[in-house]
């Protein structure tokens, strides 16, 4: 300790006070003052999760099977349009109209007040499949409300309080069932880039494949609704539409999965989203084998419509909870980090911001 000529004109310190411990240390028996230090408990951050799960509930999963219905039905109405099919075009549209509505309902539920998806509107950022997607789903919205509401005055008798604006209504309404096919497709599979352009582990490992695996979703679910719907007489071009989508889907959930980090795939089989994909799969299947060789014959195309649109939906629920599951658990986030490092190491790759050097033991 060293000592100053300024030490007698400081001002005395206090008593210093003893800081009591949460847990005092214990002492041994006979007044001994060896301290026996207490057993500590070691805690790391192995088995907490490492990437936060969005806030994202049933609603968001409702979503994404609706909006792939609405997608797949616009292009129906709008082929149903060009190729004559009255009864066709008029299903497809109001599945679309019904689909996209309930499915904004959705998300503006999710979202907790309407005024947030104004808000994601403001500006247009091509960079966020969120932005892009508020902007695909209004416009479709705009086409294909113009064609619904054409299609619901003519089965009221054209009783709707229009006035003069029927007229325009009617005229407007070919360009606007085009114009609603044109958004149909984006609004099909936007999501699938939602979901890959996150942290989620198993989302992200699927972002090559994902938007095939939902557009042909879209397409059998589609499909499916209008065998449901719609006369067996007008309904050729829709079985032939859910077949290949039925042929898309598990050709491409297949594909999917081999290009998947092995340890990223386990969420699509196992619990609770690999019981719905598998179910998913069994049902799109029997539903592709029911349109193809039975869906001239009402009974049958009506059950196989059904078990196409439950495919469906199992498959982008299966998806959403598959992906919500893999951020419950950390090694779906370093074991594929750790075989990404491990191969650009394997290629020499050793100078960039993912691999800085040589590992420990070769230095």
Same mark, same amino acid.
């Given at each position: 300790?060293?000592?100053?000529?300024?030490?007698?004109?400081?001002?005395?310190?206090?008593?210093?006070?003893?800081?009591?411990?949460?847990?005092?240390?214990?002492?041994?028996?006979?007044?001994?003052?060896?301290?026996?230090?207490?057993?500590?408990?070691?805690?790391?951050?192995?088995?907490?999760?490492?990437?936060?799960?969005?806030?994202?509930?049933?609603?968001?999963?409702?979503?994404?099977? %609706?909006? /792939?219905? !609405?997608? +797949? #039905?616009? @292009?129906?109405?709008?082929? *149903?349009? &060009?190729?004559?099919? $009255? =009864?066709?075009?008029?299903?497809?549209?109001?599945?679309?109209?019904?689909?996209?509505?309930?499915?904004?309902?959705?998300?503006?539920?999710?979202?907790?007040?309407?005024?947030?998806?104004?808000?994601?509107?403001?500006?247009?950022?091509?960079?966020?499949?969120?932005?892009?997607?508020?902007?695909?789903?209004?416009?479709?919205?705009?086409?294909?409300?113009?064609?619904?509401?054409?299609?619901?005055?003519?089965?009221?008798?054209?009783?709707?309080?229009?006035?003069?604006?029927?007229?325009?209504?009617?005229?407007?309404?070919?360009?606007?069932? %085009?114009? /609603?096919? !044109?958004? +149909? #497709?984006? @609004?099909?599979?936007?999501? *699938?880039? &939602?979901?890959?352009? $996150? =942290?989620?582990?198993?989302?992200?490992?699927?972002?090559?494949?994902?938007?095939?695996?939902?557009?042909?979703?879209?397409?059998?679910?589609?499909?499916?609704?209008?065998?449901?719907?719609?006369?067996?007489?007008?309904?050729?071009?829709?079985?032939?539409?859910?077949?290949?989508?039925?042929?898309?889907?598990?050709?491409?959930?297949?594909?999917?999965?081999?290009?998947?980090?092995?340890?990223?795939?386990?969420?699509?089989?196992?619990?609770?989203?690999?019981?719905?994909?598998?179910?998913?799969?069994?049902?799109?299947?029997?539903?592709?084998?029911?349109?193809?060789?039975?869906? +001239?014959?009402?009974?049958?195309?009506?059950?196989?419509? &059904?078990?196409?649109?439950? =495919?469906?939906?199992?498959?982008?629920?299966?998806?959403?909870?598959?992906?919500?599951?893999?951020?419950?658990?950390?090694?779906?986030?370093?074991?594929?980090?750790?075989?990404?490092?491990?191969?650009?190491?394997?290629?020499?790759?050793?100078?960039?911001?993912?691999?800085?050097?040589?590992?420990?033991?070769?230095?």
């Amino acid at each position: 300790m060293t000592h100053s000529g300024f030490d007698e004109v400081r001002p005395p310190e206090p008593p210093r006070q003893r800081k009591w411990r949460k847990n005092p240390p214990q002492r041994r028996p006979g007044g001994r003052d060896d301290v026996v230090v207490p057993d500590i408990e070691f805690e790391s951050y192995y088995g907490r999760s490492i990437v936060k799960p969005p806030p994202w509930e049933w609603p968001v999963g409702a979503y994404l099977v %609706l909006g /792939g219905i !609405a997608g +797949g #039905s616009s @292009l129906l109405g709008a082929g *149903a349009q &060009l190729t004559g099919r $009255t =009864a066709l075009r008029r299903n497809a549209r109001l599945g679309a109209l019904g689909a996209a509505g309930v499915g904004a309902l959705c998300l503006v539920a999710d979202l907790g007040k309407p005024m947030r998806f104004i808000n994601m509107m403001r500006v247009v950022k091509v960079t966020s499949p969120m932005s892009l997607g508020s902007w695909i789903l209004s416009g479709f919205m705009g086409g294909i409300g113009v064609a619904g509401a054409a299609e619901i005055d003519r089965l009221l008798g054209e009783r709707l309080p229009l006035g003069p604006l029927r007229t325009v209504l009617h005229a407007m309404q070919g360009p606007a069932g %085009l114009a /609603g096919a !044109a958004f +149909g #497709s984006p @609004l099909a599979v936007y999501t *699938a880039v &939602l979901l890959a352009d $996150t =942290a989620v582990p198993t989302w992200n490992g699927t972002h090559r494949d994902l938007p095939f695996v939902f557009v042909s979703s879209a397409a059998l679910a589609s499909g499916g609704l209008a065998m449901v719907t719609t006369p067996t007489t007008e309904t050729g071009p829709a079985r032939a539409f859910a077949v290949a989508g039925v042929a898309g889907d598990v050709a491409a959930m297949k594909i999917m999965e081999s290009r998947m980090d092995p340890t990223l795939v386990e969420p699509l089989h196992h619990g609770r989203p690999g019981t719905m994909l598998r179910w998913s799969e069994r049902l799109a299947i029997a539903g592709g084998l029911g349109a193809l060789f039975g869906g +001239g014959r009402r009974p049958v195309a009506v059950v196989s419509g &059904l078990a196409l649109i439950g =495919a469906s939906a199992l498959t982008r629920f299966g998806v959403f909870e598959a992906g919500l599951e893999s951020t419950r658990d950390p090694r779906y986030v370093i074991e594929p980090q750790k075989r990404r490092l491990a191969a650009r190491r394997a290629a020499g790759i050793t100078g960039d911001s993912i691999v800085t050097g040589p590992e420990q033991g070769e230095r």
